[in-house]
């Protein structure tokens, strides 16, 4: 079945260093995002790609990467800048304009240590 | 911006019905609603786009009014199942959503 997987399921981190977390879809959709939920809160945009070589920052990009080099691929980088990043990350896709709701993958909670 | 909803939490009692609303301050492209469990991937339930119609699938549609910039969810007759936080994420170009900050709704027997 076609969806998007999200690693790792948690991830600690240590302060000053960066970690990596992976979003692969097999959905052959364009458009992936990346958003950030903290507890009790909606989901803020941290960076979204419509398509492959090209990305664009969202509401709170500061302190955070990405890179779209593959359709199927759109990992985020929780750089040492990022002071606060203990939060539920999510990665999603969407399959075309109109009609099409997104899908989401099923998380990583990365928490600081 | 953030579109607001209302209210923050409600409680019901099965077969109860529930209104959940989302109000935006800029011109709405698409209305989006999804419903989150406690620690899982938000769920896709229905979205509205501007010019549509209301929509709807067994008990739960939604409507949208575009000169108010305004959305709303209807439960009726409300399941355990439906228990979990639901999101309105709101569009005004077709592809980047902007969600609310969730409204948690709890069904009890």
């Known amino acids: 079945d076609g969806g998007i997987t999200q690693s790792p399921k948690y991830l600690f981190r240590k302060e000053g260093q960066n970690v990596t977390l992976s979003c692969e879809q097999n959905?052959?959709?364009?458009?992936m995002y990346w958003y950030r939920q903290d507890p009790g809160q909606g989901l803020r945009l941290i960076y979204y790609?419509?398509?492959?070589?090209?990305?664009q920052k969202g509401d709170i990009a500061e302190g955070y990467s990405v890179s779209r080099e593959k359709k199927e691929s759109f990992p985020l980088t929780v750089t040492s800048a990022q002071k606060n990043p203990t939060a539920f990350y999510l990665c999603?896709?969407?399959?075309?304009?109109?009609?099409?709701?997104?899908?989401f993958g099923s998380g990583t909670r990365l928490t600081v240590v | 911006q953030q579109p607001v909803q209302s209210p923050q939490a409600v409680i019901l009692r099965e077969g109860e019905d529930a209104v959940i609303n989302c109000s935006s301050s800029?011109?709405?492209?698409?209305v989006h609603w999804y419903r989150q469990k406690h620690g899982e991937a938000p769920v896709f339930l229905m979205i509205?786009?501007?010019?549509?119609e209301q929509k709807g699938h067994d008990k739960i549609s939604a409507s949208f009014n575009e000169k108010k910039q305004q959305s709303s969810l209807y439960l009726t007759a409300s399941q355990l199942s439906y228990s979990g936080t639901y999101f309105c994420?709101?569009?005004?170009?077709?592809?980047?959503?902007?969600f609310g900050s969730g409204t948690q709704l709890t069904v009890l027997p």
């Open positions: 994420g709101t569009s005004g170009s077709a592809r980047q959503l902007t």
């Open positions: 800029k011109a709405l492209y698409s």
């Open positions: 999603a896709s969407l399959r075309g304009i109109g009609g099409y709701g997104y899908t």
């Open positions: 790609s419509q398509i492959v070589n090209d990305f």
């Open positions: 509205l786009l501007k010019g549509g």
């Open positions: 959905l052959n959709h364009d458009a």
